[in-house]
Every structure is written in structure tokens, then in C-alpha cells.
């Protein structure tokens, strides 16, 4: 399948405002979702955002989704060095009646005190 | 609380071994993925399955074999091992139609 493109590496200070941007290509994912991978760990379902809404906001966490361009983004606001991960954007697909995960390449989030 | 274990956290296997990693859900989740993870290429889908006995190939299942057998467990094959399948797997569980997909800790596959 085609890729979700994603930027590999982010550096930012403490209490800055972190965005992690991505690009899906599926035009008829219902859902897309944002993923966190702590050092040593599983991945961890972080927010998701259906298809028919342009932001979520949870938290600290926002979800900007512009399905003109295909591009998601998630706004870590005030960063602490413990949002020091992994980030992986998702888009579901549906083929031949299944729904799978179509992963980005994963965004390293570096935070510095 | 939800859990998925894979059975190794590390592994170190000889070229051509049969392999076998396992994965346990006590969830009850109907679906089970494998995928594996190398830096740079992100997630990768190996096999999936929505039910007992059954199986579907991912984007890679070139040189792997999945069983599920049981509803909570599901193994990925190795039948023989090659180096360029050193990597971390990941499994995964999730609910029909449900969109969290829940996550085990990993196995770091060595081949020599």
C-alpha cells in the first residue's frame, strides 16, 4: 500500500508547544489516529480523530485534520520531558471487508529540559 | 485492566531455526495482528486474524506463518529463520469494528 509520510525527528524544549505533522493517503479513512511508543514499549493508543471532524481536543492534545490536503497533526501543548517518544500516525483502511492499520514511519520526539 | 504478554522480550536465534513467537490476550478480542518494526520503515503488517483458524496476509508475510488456534493466542513462524529478519514484533488485539488496537511490550528477534 502507499505510505503515511511522516517527519522522522522533532526537538523541542520544556514547556514548549510540540507539532508532529503526517500525511495519509487513503481520502476514504474513516478514522485516523495518533499512536505513542515509550522506550522499551508497546505502542499506546494516544487520540483519534473520525473522519468528518477537522479538530479534537484533548487535554494537552490536539487533533487538526484538513482532509482537503490528506494531513493530520497533533499539537503537544506545554511538553514535558516525559512526552519524550515515539509518535506514530495511523489511518484505517477497509479491504475486502477488514479493517486494518496503515502505520506512518514514526516521529521521534525529542524533549530537552 | 487490558492486557497483551509476548512470550520473549529478547530472542536470539541461528540462521535457518524455526521460530516461533507467541502472543496472549486475555481481552477476548476477536482480531489479532503481527507486525514488526525496523528504524526507519516504522510498522509493518505481517498476518492478521479475525477468528479462531482464521488468517489473512499483511503487507510482508513473505517468509512467515501465523496460527491461531485459540481465540486468545495467536504465534507468529518463523520456518526458517533468515538474518533479515532481525527485528521487533510487535503483536496486537482489538475489538471487531473497535478503533483502539492494544499493544504488547515487543519481542527483539536476533538472527545469527
Known amino acids: 500500500g502507499e505510505d503515511v509520510e511522516q517527519s522522522l525527528f522533532l526537538s523541542v524544549r520544556e514547556g514548549d508547544s510540540s507539532v508532529i505533522n503526517c500525511t495519509y493517503t487513503?481520502?476514504?479513512?474513516?478514522?485516523l489516529y495518533w499512536y505513542k511508543q515509550e522506550p522499551g514499549a508497546g505502542l499506546q493508543l494516544l487520540t483519534y480523530i473520525f473522519s468528518n471532524m477537522d479538530m479534537k481536543q484533548d487535554q494537552r492534545l490536539t487533533v487538526l485534520l484538513n482532509k482537503k490536503d490528506k494531513h493530520l497533526s497533533l499539537r503537544i501543548a506545554d511538553t514535558q520531558t516525559g512526552d519524550s517518544a515515539i509518535y506514530f500516525c495511523a489511518e484505517k483502511r477497509e479491504n475486502s471487508g477488514y479493517s486494518t492499520l496503515t502505520f506512518g514511519k514514526g516521529t521521534m520526539l525529542l524533549v530537552s529540559p | 485492566d487490558v492486557k497483551v504478554t509476548q512470550s520473549s522480550r529478547y530472542l536470539v536465534k541461528r540462521t535457518g531455526e524455526k521460530v516461533f513467537l507467541e502472543c496472549v490476550q486475555d481481552?477476548?478480542?476477536?482480531?489479532m495482528f503481527w507486525y514488526r518494526q525496523d528504524p526507519g520503515l516504522g510498522l509493518r503488517l505481517i498476518y492478521f486474524s479475525y477468528d479462531v483458524k482464521m488468517k489473512e496476509k499483511g503487507d510482508i508475510p513473505e517468509g512467515y506463518s501465523v496460527s491461531r488456534e485459540k481465540k486468545e493466542r495467536f504465534s507468529l513462524i518463523l520456518e526458517s529463520a533468515s538474518t533479515n529478519q532481525t527485528s521487533m514484533y510487535l503483536c496486537?488485539?482489538?475489538?471487531?469494528?473497535?478503533?483502539?488496537?492494544?499493544f504488547g511490550p515487543g519481542t527483539r528477534l536476533t538472527v545469527l
Open positions: 481481552m477476548d478480542h476477536e482480531n
Open positions: 496486537a488485539s482489538s475489538l471487531p469494528g473497535v478503533n483502539e488496537q492494544f
Open positions: 487513503d481520502s476514504s479513512s474513516t478514522y
